[in-house]
């Protein structure tokens, strides 16, 4: 099952049993933090868009690792530049009649940060260069980010052709 339609403090202790995936686009309470990193480490799937003025760590918190730094990026809006089209989230816009994801612009992102890279995985980069949507495992589960939202006021994502098949 996925949870769908409840906030973070919504969410109980049996609906993190039952599901397989979470889609989180708000602010985790910190007392669900400990049961969702004990949920990811099981083999589960968190897909998460960032918000703006997310500092980093709650990804620090749940990945068990410090020093990943989220700031705003500066600037005009930003395009999706390189994608890693063989992982599984992008293998469906493989060919090339459906990879072109240039008319889809993100107004705000997030510039993500680590030492080292600290076991992120870059699945596609912002045309400045910096993680758009990367993974981290966690245990035996993962964490998948956007560093931006699918709103219309931090992107056209949600609006795109692109964004059910995503």
């Known amino acids: 099952p996925v949870i769908v339609g409840k906030t973070p ?23 669900m933090v400990a049961p969702l990193r004990s949920w ?50 992008l293998k469906p816009f493989a060919e090339s009649g459906v990879r072109d994801f240039s008319r889809i612009r993100f107004w705000k992102h997030r510039v993500v940060s680590a030492p080292g890279n600290a076991g992120l995985h870059t699945v596609a980069l912002f045309d400045d260069r910096n993680p758009a949507i990367f993974e ?18 931090e992107s056209q994502l949600a609006v795109s052709s692109k964004f059910v098949p995503l």
């Open 40 to 89: 990811l480490e099981k083999g589960r799937t968190l897909l998460w868009s960032i918000e703006p003025g997310d500092d980093g760590s709650l990804l620090a918190k749940l990945a068990g690792g410090g020093g990943i730094a989220c700031t705003e990026a500066a600037g005009g809006y930003a395009i999706l530049g390189e994608m890693h089209f063989e992982h599984p989230l």
């Open 136 to 153: 981290k495992s966690v245990g035996a589960g993962r964490i998948v980010a956007l560093a931006s939202g699918w709103t219309s006021s």
């Open 9 to 31: 403090r919504e969410m109980v202790a049996r609906d993190l049993e039952a599901a397989e995936l979470i889609v989180l686009a708000s602010r985790l309470p910190e007392p």
